[in-house]
């Protein structure tokens, strides 16, 4: 059943304005189906019921709930293999010859749900570039859910989630088997800091990045929120730096400021000459 539509609308109006995701037309019965999971879970009889007790009494803690379970956090290790190979031939290659003065390297991956991708670039890293051993590396990962920072932060993940993406001799290297599930090694934690971060709100100042990876995170925003956090990515990418979006997304319509540029096919964006 689908929610009664005064309820859905302040839904909408709500994930518009908290975490800039827009569920439209055919895409509104994942609300429905998302929440029913989470009614049962807070003993409520349905959807309606929870949104009826988050318009009532609209608390931090429901409310972060709610936006868990509708912000998608479907990931894994290395997802995409042909983008990390283009990270790894090409893009930080690049980074690293404009960088050996300063040595120095700063990459963002933004709405990264439980970890997979910031520590995929961290294991990228240690495995094919050993010279940043005296470099001064930055790897700083957001995501929307204080509840998903936390478990991305511990790096621990179930058997499932090792075989997604990773193989034996990556798991066994950068893991260790403890009590049924891996915990990921304390000298790729330490690679990664963490942080709660909505990118559809107002960004915080903060240093230019050389690599922003921001990957299957707009395909569910408002148009607006969207175009506001192609600008804000723009303006906070070093003038040689490099934007990767989903294959699925795009910065057309929603951007002069980055341009697509094809390598080794797939697409990275750069800012447009000024």
């Known amino acids: 059943m689908m929610l009664a539509a005064e309820n859905e609308a302040f839904l909408q109006e709500l994930l518009v304005k908290h975490a800039g995701v827009s569920f439209v037309g055919e895409q509104s019965h994942v609300l429905t189906s998302r929440l029913s999971s989470l009614a049962k879970q807070k003993r409520l009889e349905s959807a309606d019921a929870l949104v009826k007790s988050l318009r009532a009494a609209p608390s931090e803690a429901l409310l972060d709930s709610v936006i868990e379970a509708l912000t998608t956090h479907e990931t894994c290790f290395f997802r995409d293999v042909a983008v990390y190979r283009t990270l790894g031939d090409v893009v930080i290659p690049e980074l690293l010859k404009r960088r ?125 929120a969207r175009s506001r956090a192609l600008a804000q990515a723009a303006a906070n990418l070093t003038p040689d730096g490099y934007l990767v979006l989903g294959t699925s997304e795009t910065t057309f319509g929603a951007s002069e400021e980055l341009m697509p540029n094809i390598v080794q096919g797939s697409t990275v964006y750069r800012r447009t000459a000024k």
């Open 100 to 224: 050996v003065t300063s040595r120095a390297l700063s990459i963002w991956s933004a709405g990264c749900s439980t970890g997979q991708e910031p520590y995929s670039v961290a294991m990228l890293l240690r495995e094919r570039f050993p010279e940043l051993g005296g470099w001064r590396v930055r790897i700083w990962a957001t995501d929307v859910s204080s509840t998903i920072v936390e478990r991305a932060r511990e790096g621990r993940y179930a058997a499932l989630d090792i075989r997604r993406g990773l193989t034996a001799a990556a798991r066994d290297k950068y893991f260790t088997a403890s009590g049924g599930a891996y915990q990921l090694n304390e000298q790729v934690k330490r690679m990664v800091s963490w942080e709660v971060m909505n990118l559809s709100a107002a960004w915080p100042a903060m240093a230019s990045f050389d690599l922003i990876l921001m990957r299957n995170v707009l395909i569910y925003f408002s148009p607006e």
